[in-house]
Protein backbone atom coordinates (compact mmCIF):
# COMPACT_ATOMS: atom_id res chain seq x y z
CA UNK A 1 0.00 0.00 0.00
CA UNK A 2 2.74 2.08 0.31
CA UNK A 3 3.13 4.57 -2.79
CA UNK A 4 7.25 4.83 -2.99
CA UNK A 5 7.53 7.37 -5.91
CA UNK A 6 5.75 10.34 -4.36
CA UNK A 7 5.49 11.46 -8.03
CA UNK A 8 2.51 9.18 -8.86
CA UNK A 9 0.75 9.35 -5.76
CA UNK A 10 -2.15 11.40 -7.60
CA UNK A 11 -2.18 8.28 -10.16
CA UNK A 12 -2.41 6.11 -6.99
CA UNK A 13 -5.25 7.82 -5.46
CA UNK A 14 -7.05 8.14 -8.54
CA UNK A 15 -6.36 3.91 -9.87
CA UNK A 16 -8.16 3.81 -5.89
CA UNK A 17 -11.17 5.84 -7.13
CA UNK A 18 -11.68 4.08 -10.63
CA UNK A 19 -11.65 0.56 -9.27
CA UNK A 20 -15.20 -1.02 -10.17
CA UNK A 21 -16.64 -3.65 -8.69
CA UNK A 22 -15.59 -5.93 -11.86
CA UNK A 23 -12.33 -5.04 -11.53
CA UNK A 24 -12.30 -5.24 -7.60
CA UNK A 25 -13.59 -9.09 -7.39
CA UNK A 26 -10.61 -9.98 -9.46
CA UNK A 27 -7.78 -7.16 -7.53
CA UNK A 28 -6.63 -7.96 -4.22
CA UNK A 29 -8.39 -8.10 -0.93
CA UNK A 30 -9.64 -4.70 0.41
CA UNK A 31 -7.18 -2.17 2.45
CA UNK A 32 -6.93 -0.29 5.06
CA UNK A 33 -4.67 1.98 6.96
CA UNK A 34 -5.06 1.99 10.53
CA UNK A 35 -3.75 5.53 12.23
CA UNK A 36 -2.11 4.80 15.49
CA UNK A 37 -0.93 1.23 17.29
CA UNK A 38 -2.75 1.78 20.87
CA UNK A 39 -5.60 -0.32 22.11
CA UNK A 40 -8.25 1.06 19.74
CA UNK A 41 -6.17 0.76 16.74
CA UNK A 42 -4.70 -2.92 17.16
CA UNK A 43 -7.66 -4.11 17.77
CA UNK A 44 -8.53 -2.86 14.73
CA UNK A 45 -5.99 -3.99 12.89
CA UNK A 46 -5.79 -7.38 14.41
CA UNK A 47 -9.69 -7.78 13.30
CA UNK A 48 -9.43 -6.60 10.31
CA UNK A 49 -6.12 -8.44 9.44
CA UNK A 50 -8.31 -11.81 10.51
CA UNK A 51 -10.76 -10.85 7.91
CA UNK A 52 -8.18 -11.24 5.41
CA UNK A 53 -7.84 -7.32 4.72
CA UNK A 54 -4.64 -5.80 3.53
CA UNK A 55 -3.62 -4.08 7.02
CA UNK A 56 -1.19 -1.26 7.27
CA UNK A 57 -0.52 0.65 10.76
CA UNK A 58 1.31 4.01 10.59
CA UNK A 59 2.23 4.75 14.37
CA UNK A 60 3.71 8.08 15.15
CA UNK A 61 6.01 6.78 18.55
CA UNK A 62 9.15 3.91 18.48
CA UNK A 63 6.88 1.61 19.83
CA UNK A 64 3.36 0.38 20.33
CA UNK A 65 0.78 0.58 22.95
CA UNK A 66 -0.06 4.40 22.86
CA UNK A 67 -1.32 5.51 26.53
CA UNK A 68 -0.95 1.76 27.41
CA UNK A 69 2.86 1.84 28.53
CA UNK A 70 4.66 -1.06 30.72
CA UNK A 71 8.41 -0.53 31.59
CA UNK A 72 10.71 -2.56 32.52
CA UNK A 73 13.31 -0.20 33.29
CA UNK A 74 13.32 -1.64 37.34
CA UNK A 75 14.31 -5.04 36.11
CA UNK A 76 10.24 -5.24 36.36
CA UNK A 77 7.10 -4.48 34.84
CA UNK A 78 5.72 -0.89 35.83
CA UNK A 79 2.54 0.73 33.70
CA UNK A 80 3.52 4.26 33.04
CA UNK A 81 0.05 4.49 31.42
CA UNK A 82 -2.93 2.37 32.26
CA UNK A 83 -2.62 -0.21 34.43
CA UNK A 84 -6.24 -1.33 35.52
CA UNK A 85 -8.45 -3.55 33.88
CA UNK A 86 -12.25 -1.66 35.23
CA UNK A 87 -14.62 -4.70 35.41
CA UNK A 88 -13.31 -8.14 36.16
CA UNK A 89 -16.06 -10.17 34.74
CA UNK A 90 -16.58 -12.31 31.49
CA UNK A 91 -18.11 -9.39 29.71
CA UNK A 92 -15.13 -7.59 29.86
CA UNK A 93 -14.16 -7.27 26.06
CA UNK A 94 -10.71 -7.81 27.25
CA UNK A 95 -11.24 -10.66 29.32
CA UNK A 96 -10.45 -13.79 27.36
CA UNK A 97 -7.52 -12.30 26.00
CA UNK A 98 -6.19 -11.74 29.22
CA UNK A 99 -7.69 -15.08 30.52
CA UNK A 100 -6.01 -16.98 27.79
CA UNK A 101 -2.41 -15.28 28.59
CA UNK A 102 -2.91 -16.31 31.93
CA UNK A 103 -1.86 -12.72 33.10
CA UNK A 104 -2.79 -12.20 37.06
CA UNK A 105 -4.86 -9.33 38.28
CA UNK A 106 -4.59 -8.05 41.83
CA UNK A 107 -8.21 -6.89 42.73
CA UNK A 108 -8.16 -3.57 44.78
CA UNK A 109 -11.80 -3.33 44.62
CA UNK A 110 -14.96 -4.98 44.47
CA UNK A 111 -17.18 -1.64 44.09
CA UNK A 112 -18.36 -1.40 40.63
CA UNK A 113 -18.85 2.48 40.98
CA UNK A 114 -16.68 4.88 39.00
CA UNK A 115 -15.64 6.39 42.78
CA UNK A 116 -13.97 4.15 44.42
CA UNK A 117 -11.31 1.84 42.69
CA UNK A 118 -10.21 1.47 46.09
CA UNK A 119 -11.93 -0.04 49.18
CA UNK A 120 -12.32 2.23 51.98
CA UNK A 121 -10.62 -0.31 54.10
CA UNK A 122 -7.46 -0.39 51.89
CA UNK A 123 -6.66 3.38 52.59
CA UNK A 124 -3.92 5.04 55.45
CA UNK A 125 -4.38 8.79 54.80
CA UNK A 126 -2.47 11.45 57.09
CA UNK A 127 -2.93 15.17 57.93
CA UNK A 128 -0.24 17.23 56.25
CA UNK A 129 1.83 17.23 59.35
CA UNK A 130 1.72 13.47 59.26
CA UNK A 131 -0.55 12.73 61.73
CA UNK A 132 -2.70 9.52 60.93
CA UNK A 133 -6.52 10.20 60.31
CA UNK A 134 -8.65 7.36 62.36
CA UNK A 135 -10.00 5.01 59.98
CA UNK A 136 -13.25 5.00 61.37
CA UNK A 137 -13.20 8.98 60.30
CA UNK A 138 -12.32 7.98 56.58
CA UNK A 139 -14.83 5.52 56.00
CA UNK A 140 -17.68 7.66 57.91
CA UNK A 141 -16.62 10.63 55.59
CA UNK A 142 -16.64 8.01 52.51
CA UNK A 143 -20.25 7.51 52.92
CA UNK A 144 -20.99 11.02 53.68
CA UNK A 145 -19.43 11.41 50.29
CA UNK A 146 -21.67 9.48 48.44
CA UNK A 147 -24.45 10.85 49.98
CA UNK A 148 -23.81 14.69 48.70
CA UNK A 149 -23.04 12.87 45.48
CA UNK A 150 -26.90 11.93 45.54
CA UNK A 151 -28.06 15.12 46.85
CA UNK A 152 -26.24 16.65 43.71
CA UNK A 153 -28.48 14.17 41.60
CA UNK A 154 -31.24 16.30 43.01
CA UNK A 155 -29.83 19.51 41.75
CA UNK A 156 -29.25 17.66 37.94
CA UNK A 157 -32.99 17.02 37.82
CA UNK A 158 -33.97 20.18 38.99
CA UNK A 159 -31.57 22.64 36.93
CA UNK A 160 -32.38 22.20 33.44
CA UNK A 161 -29.03 23.97 32.44
CA UNK A 162 -25.75 21.97 33.52
CA UNK A 163 -23.16 23.04 35.82
CA UNK A 164 -19.64 21.87 37.55
CA UNK A 165 -19.68 19.31 40.33
CA UNK A 166 -17.31 21.54 42.11
CA UNK A 167 -20.56 23.96 41.98
CA UNK A 168 -23.18 21.47 42.67
CA UNK A 169 -20.86 20.35 45.72
CA UNK A 170 -21.19 23.80 47.01
CA UNK A 171 -24.96 24.06 46.18
CA UNK A 172 -25.42 20.86 48.48
CA UNK A 173 -23.97 22.57 51.40
CA UNK A 174 -25.51 25.53 50.95
CA UNK A 175 -29.17 23.38 51.31
CA UNK A 176 -27.81 20.90 53.82
CA UNK A 177 -25.77 22.25 56.71
CA UNK A 178 -25.64 19.13 58.31
CA UNK A 179 -23.57 17.99 55.95
CA UNK A 180 -21.33 21.22 56.14
CA UNK A 181 -17.57 20.36 57.96
CA UNK A 182 -14.82 21.54 58.98
CA UNK A 183 -11.05 20.90 60.38
CA UNK A 184 -9.99 17.64 59.62
CA UNK A 185 -13.40 16.41 58.28
CA UNK A 186 -13.26 18.58 55.66
CA UNK A 187 -10.19 17.95 54.54
CA UNK A 188 -11.33 13.71 54.36
CA UNK A 189 -13.81 14.73 51.85
CA UNK A 190 -11.38 17.27 49.55
CA UNK A 191 -9.25 14.13 49.44
CA UNK A 192 -12.41 11.67 47.98
CA UNK A 193 -13.07 14.72 45.37
CA UNK A 194 -9.17 14.79 44.69
CA UNK A 195 -9.87 10.60 44.24
CA UNK A 196 -12.64 11.59 41.84
CA UNK A 197 -10.65 14.27 40.05
CA UNK A 198 -7.95 11.78 39.35
CA UNK A 199 -10.56 9.20 37.95
CA UNK A 200 -11.63 11.75 35.41
CA UNK A 201 -7.90 13.57 35.28
CA UNK A 202 -9.57 16.60 35.40
CA UNK A 203 -10.71 19.29 38.01
CA UNK A 204 -14.26 19.20 39.96
CA UNK A 205 -14.92 22.77 38.26
CA UNK A 206 -14.84 21.41 35.08
CA UNK A 207 -16.25 18.05 35.12
CA UNK A 208 -20.32 18.43 34.09
CA UNK A 209 -22.79 17.59 37.00
CA UNK A 210 -24.75 16.28 33.92
CA UNK A 211 -22.45 13.69 32.90
CA UNK A 212 -20.29 12.59 35.13
CA UNK A 213 -21.64 9.32 36.05
CA UNK A 214 -22.87 8.48 32.65
CA UNK A 215 -19.97 6.45 32.14
CA UNK A 216 -21.08 2.56 32.56
CA UNK A 217 -18.62 0.57 34.61
CA UNK A 218 -18.72 -3.38 34.17
CA UNK A 219 -19.41 -5.42 37.35
CA UNK A 220 -15.86 -7.33 39.12
CA UNK A 221 -14.48 -4.64 40.48
CA UNK A 222 -11.51 -3.17 39.60
CA UNK A 223 -8.28 -5.89 38.82
CA UNK A 224 -4.51 -4.22 38.92
CA UNK A 225 -2.75 -6.09 35.44
CA UNK A 226 0.18 -7.85 37.72
CA UNK A 227 2.47 -7.89 35.12
CA UNK A 228 1.74 -5.46 33.05
CA UNK A 229 -0.12 -4.29 30.20
CA UNK A 230 2.26 -5.25 27.33
CA UNK A 231 1.56 -8.81 27.25
CA UNK A 232 -1.68 -7.85 25.87
CA UNK A 233 -0.66 -5.44 23.54
CA UNK A 234 2.18 -7.70 22.32
CA UNK A 235 -0.76 -10.45 21.41
CA UNK A 236 -2.67 -8.32 19.53
CA UNK A 237 -0.02 -6.82 17.51
CA UNK A 238 1.28 -10.25 16.81
CA UNK A 239 1.85 -10.63 12.52
CA UNK A 240 1.02 -7.17 11.99
CA UNK A 241 2.61 -4.39 9.54
CA UNK A 242 3.43 -1.64 11.99
CA UNK A 243 5.25 0.92 10.31
CA UNK A 244 6.61 2.92 13.97
CA UNK A 245 8.34 6.39 13.22
CA UNK A 246 5.11 7.21 11.02
CA UNK A 247 3.60 10.73 12.16
CA UNK A 248 0.45 11.11 9.96
CA UNK A 249 -0.12 14.52 8.99
CA UNK A 250 -2.48 14.27 6.47
CA UNK A 251 -5.45 12.23 5.57
CA UNK A 252 -7.07 13.13 1.93
CA UNK A 253 -10.05 11.17 1.33
CA UNK A 254 -11.80 10.35 -2.19
CA UNK A 255 -15.07 8.35 -2.73
CA UNK A 256 -13.21 5.07 -3.17
CA UNK A 257 -10.09 5.68 -1.32
CA UNK A 258 -7.90 7.46 1.22
CA UNK A 259 -4.38 9.00 0.58
CA UNK A 260 -2.33 9.73 3.76
CA UNK A 261 0.88 11.11 4.27
CA UNK A 262 3.58 10.89 6.93
CA UNK A 263 6.12 13.63 8.25
CA UNK A 264 8.69 12.41 5.97
CA UNK A 265 6.74 13.04 3.12
CA UNK A 266 5.99 8.95 2.38
CA UNK A 267 2.31 8.05 1.45
CA UNK A 268 0.04 5.35 1.80
CA UNK A 269 -3.20 4.73 -0.06
CA UNK A 270 -5.73 2.53 0.67
CA UNK A 271 -9.75 1.57 0.64
CA UNK A 272 -10.20 3.16 4.00
CA UNK A 273 -8.69 4.65 6.86
CA UNK A 274 -9.25 3.82 10.56
CA UNK A 275 -8.15 6.22 12.67
CA UNK A 276 -7.22 5.83 16.41
CA UNK A 277 -5.13 8.94 17.49
CA UNK A 278 -5.94 10.68 20.96
CA UNK A 279 -8.39 13.22 20.90
CA UNK A 280 -5.66 15.74 22.11
CA UNK A 281 -3.92 14.62 18.87
CA UNK A 282 -6.66 15.63 17.14
CA UNK A 283 -7.31 19.06 18.79
CA UNK A 284 -4.03 20.31 18.27
CA UNK A 285 -4.56 19.73 14.26
CA UNK A 286 -1.33 17.98 14.15
CA UNK A 287 -3.07 16.00 11.36
CA UNK A 288 -4.61 17.88 8.40
CA UNK A 289 -7.90 16.44 6.70
CA UNK A 290 -8.84 17.31 2.82
CA UNK A 291 -11.44 17.69 2.58
CA UNK A 292 -12.26 19.05 5.71
CA UNK A 293 -13.94 17.18 8.29
CA UNK A 294 -17.78 17.72 8.76
CA UNK A 295 -18.96 20.39 11.40
CA UNK A 296 -20.63 17.83 13.57
CA UNK A 297 -17.15 15.95 13.98
CA UNK A 298 -15.13 19.48 14.35
CA UNK A 299 -16.81 20.36 17.01
CA UNK A 300 -17.16 17.41 18.72
CA UNK A 301 -13.53 17.15 18.69
CA UNK A 302 -13.73 20.67 20.49
CA UNK A 303 -16.16 20.48 22.72
CA UNK A 304 -14.81 17.08 24.32
CA UNK A 305 -12.56 17.17 27.19
CA UNK A 306 -9.02 16.07 27.69
CA UNK A 307 -7.98 15.16 30.93
CA UNK A 308 -4.24 14.92 32.39
CA UNK A 309 -3.34 12.39 34.84
CA UNK A 310 0.63 11.34 35.00
CA UNK A 311 2.03 9.27 37.56
CA UNK A 312 5.69 9.22 39.51
CA UNK A 313 6.64 5.95 40.25
CA UNK A 314 9.25 5.85 42.85
CA UNK A 315 11.67 2.33 43.29
CA UNK A 316 12.95 1.86 46.98
CA UNK A 317 15.66 0.05 48.00
CA UNK A 318 13.04 -1.69 50.89
CA UNK A 319 9.70 -1.35 51.76
CA UNK A 320 8.81 1.22 55.41
CA UNK A 321 5.67 2.46 54.83
CA UNK A 322 2.05 0.62 56.41
CA UNK A 323 0.72 -2.14 54.16
CA UNK A 324 -1.84 -0.79 52.68
CA UNK A 325 -2.94 0.12 48.82
CA UNK A 326 -3.45 3.56 49.13
CA UNK A 327 -0.95 6.45 51.10
CA UNK A 328 -3.06 9.50 50.99
CA UNK A 329 -2.57 13.30 52.42
CA UNK A 330 -5.67 15.20 52.84
CA UNK A 331 -5.66 18.60 52.91
CA UNK A 332 -7.85 21.54 52.77
CA UNK A 333 -8.57 22.10 48.94
CA UNK A 334 -8.04 19.14 46.50
CA UNK A 335 -5.19 20.87 44.74
CA UNK A 336 -2.96 19.84 47.79
CA UNK A 337 -4.34 16.29 48.54
CA UNK A 338 -2.21 13.93 47.28
CA UNK A 339 -2.38 10.08 47.07
CA UNK A 340 0.22 6.86 46.45
CA UNK A 341 -0.23 3.50 45.13
CA UNK A 342 1.48 0.73 47.06
CA UNK A 343 2.43 -1.68 44.13
CA UNK A 344 4.48 -3.77 46.69
CA UNK A 345 0.39 -5.33 47.85
CA UNK A 346 0.15 -6.31 44.50
CA UNK A 347 3.32 -7.52 42.94
CA UNK A 348 5.96 -7.29 45.99
CA UNK A 349 8.26 -5.04 44.67
CA UNK A 350 9.40 -1.77 46.53
CA UNK A 351 7.58 1.07 44.46
CA UNK A 352 5.07 3.52 45.29
CA UNK A 353 3.39 5.49 42.49
CA UNK A 354 2.20 8.98 42.88
CA UNK A 355 -0.54 10.12 40.96
CA UNK A 356 -1.67 14.04 40.49
CA UNK A 357 -4.43 15.12 38.09
CA UNK A 358 -6.13 18.27 36.50
CA UNK A 359 -3.98 21.51 37.09
CA UNK A 360 -1.47 19.57 39.44
CA UNK A 361 -0.60 17.43 37.04
CA UNK A 362 -0.39 20.59 34.36
CA UNK A 363 2.21 22.46 36.88
CA UNK A 364 4.09 19.20 37.47
CA UNK A 365 4.72 18.70 33.96
CA UNK A 366 6.43 22.13 33.76
CA UNK A 367 9.34 20.74 36.16
CA UNK A 368 12.22 18.20 35.03
CA UNK A 369 12.06 14.31 36.08
CA UNK A 370 14.26 14.83 38.76
CA UNK A 371 12.28 18.17 40.23
CA UNK A 372 9.09 16.00 39.84
CA UNK A 373 10.63 13.05 41.67
CA UNK A 374 11.68 14.94 44.46
CA UNK A 375 8.33 16.50 44.79
CA UNK A 376 6.79 13.38 44.77
CA UNK A 377 9.52 12.22 47.43
CA UNK A 378 8.81 15.52 49.27
CA UNK A 379 5.18 14.58 49.99
CA UNK A 380 5.87 11.18 50.98
CA UNK A 381 8.42 12.55 53.38
CA UNK A 382 5.13 14.77 55.32
CA UNK A 383 3.44 11.38 56.12
CA UNK A 384 6.80 9.11 56.84
CA UNK A 385 9.10 11.47 57.95
CA UNK A 386 12.15 8.90 57.73
CA UNK A 387 11.59 7.57 54.41
CA UNK A 388 14.25 6.36 52.36
CA UNK A 389 15.02 8.23 48.70
CA UNK A 390 14.19 6.63 46.37
CA UNK A 391 17.16 4.46 44.56
CA UNK A 392 15.24 5.24 41.01
CA UNK A 393 12.07 6.95 39.29
CA UNK A 394 10.01 7.16 36.03
CA UNK A 395 8.03 10.36 35.17
CA UNK A 396 5.19 10.18 33.02
CA UNK A 397 4.40 13.42 30.75
CA UNK A 398 1.23 12.43 29.01
CA UNK A 399 0.09 15.72 28.71
CA UNK A 400 2.74 17.32 26.67
CA UNK A 401 3.76 14.72 25.25
CA UNK A 402 3.14 15.35 21.19
CA UNK A 403 1.72 11.44 20.63
CA UNK A 404 -0.86 11.93 23.35
CA UNK A 405 -1.86 15.25 24.43
CA UNK A 406 -3.86 14.38 27.20
CA UNK A 407 -4.29 11.35 29.62
CA UNK A 408 -8.41 10.73 28.33
CA UNK A 409 -11.46 12.27 27.76
CA UNK A 410 -13.89 13.98 30.07
CA UNK A 411 -17.24 15.26 29.72
CA UNK A 412 -17.39 19.21 30.09
CA UNK A 413 -19.80 21.47 31.76
CA UNK A 414 -22.77 21.94 29.11
CA UNK A 415 -21.44 19.92 26.83
CA UNK A 416 -23.69 16.74 25.38
CA UNK A 417 -22.49 13.24 26.40
CA UNK A 418 -23.71 12.16 22.88
CA UNK A 419 -19.87 13.97 21.76
CA UNK A 420 -18.29 10.95 22.08
CA UNK A 421 -20.51 9.33 19.42
CA UNK A 422 -20.25 11.75 17.07
CA UNK A 423 -16.16 11.39 17.01
CA UNK A 424 -16.83 7.95 16.69
CA UNK A 425 -19.59 8.24 13.61
CA UNK A 426 -17.35 7.46 10.38
CA UNK A 427 -17.10 9.85 7.76
CA UNK A 428 -17.36 8.17 4.54
CA UNK A 429 -14.82 5.76 4.24
CA UNK A 430 -12.62 7.31 7.32
CA UNK A 431 -13.45 5.26 11.18
CA UNK A 432 -12.85 6.83 14.22
CA UNK A 433 -11.95 4.51 17.58
CA UNK A 434 -10.45 5.64 20.53
CA UNK A 435 -11.38 5.99 24.17
CA UNK A 436 -12.68 8.99 23.33
CA UNK A 437 -15.40 7.39 20.87
CA UNK A 438 -16.89 4.78 23.67
CA UNK A 439 -19.81 6.19 24.41
CA UNK A 440 -20.06 3.99 27.14
CA UNK A 441 -17.06 3.09 28.51
CA UNK A 442 -14.69 6.48 28.18
CA UNK A 443 -10.79 6.80 28.85
CA UNK A 444 -10.29 2.55 29.69
CA UNK A 445 -8.78 0.56 27.81
CA UNK A 446 -11.57 -2.10 27.24
CA UNK A 447 -13.43 0.90 25.96
CA UNK A 448 -10.58 1.89 23.41
CA UNK A 449 -10.46 -1.80 22.04
CA UNK A 450 -14.66 -2.60 21.75
CA UNK A 451 -14.20 0.57 20.01
CA UNK A 452 -11.28 -0.58 17.86
CA UNK A 453 -13.52 -3.68 16.98
CA UNK A 454 -16.52 -1.70 16.32
CA UNK A 455 -14.71 0.58 13.60
CA UNK A 456 -13.49 -2.81 12.09
CA UNK A 457 -16.80 -3.59 11.59
CA UNK A 458 -18.35 -0.52 10.29
CA UNK A 459 -15.24 -0.41 7.95
CA UNK A 460 -15.69 -4.08 6.67
CA UNK A 461 -19.22 -4.11 6.27
CA UNK A 462 -18.57 -0.56 4.29
CA UNK A 463 -15.84 -2.02 1.91
CA UNK A 464 -17.31 -4.94 1.20
CA UNK A 465 -21.06 -3.89 0.64
CA UNK A 466 -19.09 -1.34 -1.67
CA UNK A 467 -17.08 -4.18 -4.11
CA UNK A 468 -20.12 -6.94 -2.87
CA UNK A 469 -17.73 -9.46 -1.63
CA UNK A 470 -19.36 -9.60 2.03
CA UNK A 471 -19.92 -13.48 1.65
CA UNK A 472 -16.35 -14.01 1.48
CA UNK A 473 -15.00 -12.52 4.55
CA UNK A 474 -15.42 -13.42 7.89
CA UNK A 475 -17.21 -10.60 10.48
CA UNK A 476 -14.80 -9.26 12.63
CA UNK A 477 -16.00 -9.52 16.10
CA UNK A 478 -17.43 -12.22 17.99
CA UNK A 479 -15.18 -14.38 15.54
CA UNK A 480 -12.93 -15.55 18.22
CA UNK A 481 -14.92 -18.33 20.04
CA UNK A 482 -14.99 -17.42 23.65
CA UNK A 483 -12.75 -19.90 25.17
CA UNK A 484 -14.10 -19.61 29.03
CA UNK A 485 -10.84 -19.15 30.73
CA UNK A 486 -11.33 -17.70 34.27
CA UNK A 487 -9.60 -14.95 35.00
CA UNK A 488 -6.72 -15.03 37.97
CA UNK A 489 -7.59 -12.58 40.44
CA UNK A 490 -6.41 -12.09 44.06
CA UNK A 491 -6.19 -10.02 46.96
CA UNK A 492 -2.52 -10.42 49.76
C1 LIG B 1 -1.86 7.79 33.39
C2 LIG B 1 -2.99 7.00 32.78
C3 LIG B 1 -3.61 6.04 33.55
C4 LIG B 1 -4.67 5.29 33.01
N1 LIG B 1 -5.21 4.29 33.75
C5 LIG B 1 -6.11 3.46 33.19
C6 LIG B 1 -6.49 2.28 33.85
O1 LIG B 1 -5.98 1.96 34.91
N2 LIG B 1 -7.42 1.48 33.24
C7 LIG B 1 -7.96 1.80 32.05
O2 LIG B 1 -8.82 1.03 31.56
N3 LIG B 1 -7.57 2.90 31.37
C8 LIG B 1 -6.66 3.73 31.90
N4 LIG B 1 -6.19 4.80 31.21
C9 LIG B 1 -6.79 5.11 29.90
C10 LIG B 1 -6.26 4.18 28.81
O3 LIG B 1 -4.87 4.14 28.87
C11 LIG B 1 -6.72 4.73 27.46
O4 LIG B 1 -8.12 4.92 27.47
C12 LIG B 1 -6.39 3.78 26.29
O5 LIG B 1 -5.13 3.21 26.42
C13 LIG B 1 -6.49 4.60 25.01
O6 LIG B 1 -6.23 3.77 23.90
P1 LIG B 1 -6.41 4.37 22.44
O7 LIG B 1 -6.08 3.30 21.50
O8 LIG B 1 -7.70 5.07 22.34
O9 LIG B 1 -5.32 5.55 22.35
P2 LIG B 1 -3.74 5.46 22.44
O10 LIG B 1 -3.33 4.32 23.28
O11 LIG B 1 -3.25 6.80 22.84
O12 LIG B 1 -3.31 5.13 20.94
C14 LIG B 1 -3.22 6.12 19.96
C15 LIG B 1 -1.92 5.92 19.19
O13 LIG B 1 -1.84 6.92 18.17
C16 LIG B 1 -0.46 7.30 18.04
N5 LIG B 1 -0.40 8.60 17.38
C17 LIG B 1 -0.59 9.84 17.91
N6 LIG B 1 -0.44 10.76 16.94
C18 LIG B 1 -0.18 10.11 15.78
C19 LIG B 1 0.05 10.52 14.44
N7 LIG B 1 0.00 11.80 14.09
N8 LIG B 1 0.31 9.56 13.52
C20 LIG B 1 0.35 8.24 13.85
N9 LIG B 1 0.13 7.80 15.10
C21 LIG B 1 -0.14 8.73 16.06
C22 LIG B 1 0.00 7.33 19.50
O14 LIG B 1 1.40 7.28 19.58
C23 LIG B 1 -0.68 6.09 20.06
O15 LIG B 1 0.13 4.95 19.96
C24 LIG B 1 -5.12 5.55 31.70
C25 LIG B 1 -4.47 6.51 30.92
C26 LIG B 1 -3.42 7.23 31.45
C27 LIG B 1 -2.71 8.23 30.60
Given at each position: ??????????????????????????????????????F??LA??RA??D?????????????????V????????????????L??V?DENPLASVIGRLGL?L???????????????????????????????????????????????????????????????????????????????????????????????????????????????????????M?R?YRPVINTLAK??????????????????????????????????????????????????????????????????????????????????????????????????????????????????????????????????????????????????????????????????????????????????????????????????????????????VH?AYS?GL???????????????????????MGEDTPVSVPLL????
Open positions: MESRDKSNNNRQIQRANCYSVAERRHDSSPSVIVIGAGAGAALYASFQVVVLESRDRIGGRHTDYSFGFPVDLGASWHGCPYRTSGDNSVLYDHDLESYALFDMDGNQVPQELVSEIGVTFEEILKETDKLRQEFTEDMSIQRAVSMVFERRPDFRMDGIRHKVLQWYLCRMEGWFAADADTISLKSWDQEVLLPGGHGLVGGLDIRLGHRVKKVVRRYNGVKVTVEDGRTFVADAAIITVPLGVLKSNQISFEPRLPEWKETAIKDLGIGIENKIVLHFGDVFWPNVEFLGIVADNTYKCSYFLNLHKATGHPVLVYMPAGQLARDIEKMTDEDAAMLAFGELKRILPNASEPVQYLVSHWGTDINSLGSYSYDLVGKSHDLFERLRVPVDNLFFAGEATSLNYTGSGTMAAEDCRMRVLERYGELDLFHPVISRM
